[in-house]
């Protein structure tokens, strides 16, 4: 007996899994960007061989968006041209390049988003843009490249031909028999400097050793001045200051002693005027009187009896 089959149970089932699958494939697809990321354009003049739609975006590293689509730009057929969708809030910002990065072995690639300073503004759209151009740079291998074949050009191959035929000559004609003599005769010179030293290493010993002691005597004597002159720097200090204030004090003794000068000038003109008149006739009255005395004591000298008897007159001569 054949078992009986739900076909609406099975045919549910088919649906549900039809749409499971869809959402899946939308998902891993992720072919609605709208609302979640922002569009950028950047040209690449190298070959983008190994990127394909929806290759990796990343910013230092970090996976931020997908290469939403891939063609010549019209207006320059040197030029690719690279939509890009990159995940909202990523600091695109106007110094921030675009990098084409091969993956290992596998030759895929993906684009790296570099540079981004903080300080920088944010990338907008410039007057003619559709959508904000992000400046690109030629990846490492492709700078190589370019400077291997310009090395390698038929040009640069000629050059660097004649540079080496060159030098091979110039290579030759130093080592003509006259230049060989001299290399000869210098290893000789040399030979016997050597020999020389040998022979005068220990005199080399010594001085060697005297210099090394006269370093160590230099380095103690470094080491007492460095140790002295502070405290002399600082007694001389002490002394300029000492004599500073002594000027200073000196200064105002000085504009003392000027203004007493000052004060006192009219009493010195009054004594200068008056005062040292009459001390001049005091003086000369004072002199008489000196003179005066000066006889009278000579006199009472000669007859102490004068001052009782008075003055003897004097002998009167023969004939008066």
Same mark, same amino acid.
């Given at each position: 007996?054949?078992?009986?089959?739900?076909?609406?149970?099975?045919?549910?089932?088919?649906?549900?899994?039809?749409?499971? *699958?869809? %959402?899946?494939?939308?998902?891993?697809?992720? #072919?609605?960007?709208? %609302?979640?990321?922002?569009?950028?354009? =950047? +040209?690449?003049?190298?070959?983008?061989? @190994?990127?394909?739609?929806?290759?990796?975006?990343?910013?230092?590293?970090?996976?931020?968006? $997908?290469?939403?689509?891939? #063609?010549?730009?019209?207006?320059?057929?040197?030029?690719?041209?690279?939509?890009?969708?990159?995940?909202?809030?990523?600091?695109?910002? *106007?110094?921030?390049?675009?990098?084409?990065?091969?993956? @290992?072995?596998?030759?895929?690639?993906?684009?790296?988003?570099? /540079?981004?300073?903080?300080? #920088?503004?944010?990338? /907008?759209?410039?007057? /003619?843009?559709?959508?904000?151009?992000?400046?690109?740079?030629?990846?490492?291998?492709?700078?190589?490249?370019?400077?291997?074949?310009?090395?390698?050009?038929?040009?640069?191959?000629?050059?660097?031909?004649?540079?080496?035929?060159?030098?091979?000559?110039?290579?030759?004609?130093?080592?003509?028999?006259?230049? $060989?003599? +001299?290399?000869?005769?210098? !290893?000789?010179?040399?030979?016997?400097?050597?020999?020389?030293?040998?022979?005068?290493?220990?005199?080399?010993?010594?001085?060697?050793? *005297?210099?090394?002691?006269?370093?160590?005597?230099?380095?103690?004597? =470094?080491?007492?001045?460095?140790?002295?002159?502070?405290?002399?720097?600082?007694?001389?200090?002490?002394?300029?200051?000492?004599?500073?204030?002594?000027?200073?004090?000196? #200064?105002?003794? /000085?504009?003392?002693?000027?203004?007493?000068?000052?004060?006192?000038?009219?009493?010195?003109?009054?004594?200068?005027?008056?005062? !040292?008149?009459?001390? %001049?006739?005091?003086? *000369?009255?004072?002199?008489?009187?000196?003179?005066?005395?000066?006889?009278?004591?000579?006199?009472?000298?000669?007859?102490?009896?004068?001052?009782?008897?008075?003055? =003897?007159?004097?002998?009167?001569?023969?004939?008066?």
């Amino acid at each position: 007996m054949e078992p009986k089959v739900n076909y609406l149970l099975a045919g549910s089932f088919v649906v549900v899994l039809g749409i499971v *699958t869809l %959402g899946l494939v939308v998902w891993l697809g992720k #072919a609605d960007y709208r %609302g979640v990321y922002d569009r950028y354009d =950047t +040209y690449m003049r190298q070959s983008v061989s @190994g990127l394909s739609v929806n290759s990796a975006v990343k910013y230092r590293g970090v996976d931020v968006g $997908r290469v939403k689509d891939i #063609a010549l730009n019209p207006e320059n057929t040197e030029e690719v041209r690279l939509a890009l969708d990159i995940l909202q809030g990523t600091p695109i910002k *106007t110094d921030t390049v675009a990098t084409l990065e091969t993956q @290992g072995l596998t030759g895929l690639a993906t684009l790296n988003l570099e /540079g981004g300073s903080r300080e #920088a503004p944010n990338l /907008g759209i410039e007057p /003619g843009q559709e959508y904000p151009v992000i400046q690109s740079r030629p990846s490492l291998f492709f700078r190589l490249d370019m400077a291997l074949s310009r090395l390698l050009s038929e040009q640069s191959l000629t050059k660097l031909l004649k540079n080496l035929n060159a030098f091979s000559e110039n290579a030759m004609s130093m080592m003509s028999e006259e230049n $060989r003599g +001299y290399v000869e005769r210098t !290893l000789a010179d040399l030979s016997i400097i050597s020999s020389t030293l040998a022979g005068q290493s220990d005199s080399i010993s010594h001085a060697i050793e *005297t210099a090394s002691e006269s370093m160590e005597n230099l380095a103690m004597l =470094t080491s007492t001045i460095n140790e002295e002159i502070p405290p002399l720097l600082n007694r001389i200090n002490q002394s300029a200051v000492a004599v500073k204030q002594v000027t200073e004090e000196l #200064a105002r003794t /000085g504009h003392s002693v000027e203004m007493v000068v000052q004060e006192s000038r009219p009493d010195i003109e009054h004594f200068t005027g008056e005062t !040292l008149g009459e001390t %001049g006739l005091l003086i *000369t009255e004072l002199r008489e009187l000196t003179s005066t005395l000066h006889r009278v004591v000579q006199q009472v000298e000669q007859s102490p009896d004068s001052l009782v008897f008075g003055r =003897t007159p004097s002998v009167r001569g023969p004939g008066e």
